[in-house]
């Protein structure tokens, strides 16, 4: 499940490369190396969400499922040279927490 956020996670940051280069034609927006790269990663993400929701719990795989948000934040940072913003520090903060006040025993 983690390597599946993180393989979806580069999928994403390839699309958003993809999505900041000039095309000679709409079609090529779609059809170029990067966009197929990502889509057939995104595609073996969902089968490995699926093999792992065989053998983990959903509450878990849910968790686990939204750590990717994490991964976009630091992947976003590294390879696109994105600022970390207080918005994003606070949005991932809250992921956190979220995923902390989910797992709380009453």
Do not use: D, P, W
Request: with cysteine; glycine share 4%; aromatic share 12%.
């Amino acid at each position: 499940m983690l390597i599946s956020g993180l393989l979806s996670s580069c999928a994403q940051i390839l699309l958003k490369k993809s999505s900041q280069q000039k095309r000679a034609h709409i079609i090529y927006e779609f059809l170029n190396l990067k966009v197929i790269v990502a889509y057939l990663i995104i595609f073996a993400c969902m089968l490995l969400v699926i093999v792992a929701f065989k053998s983990l719990s959903y509450k878990l795989g849910t968790i686990l499922e939204s750590i990717s948000y994490l991964y976009i934040l630091l992947l976003s940072r590294i390879f696109l040279n994105e600022k970390i913003t207080r918005k994003k520090l606070l949005g991932n903060f809250l992921i956190i927490f979220g995923i902390l006040v989910f797992n709380l025993k009453f």
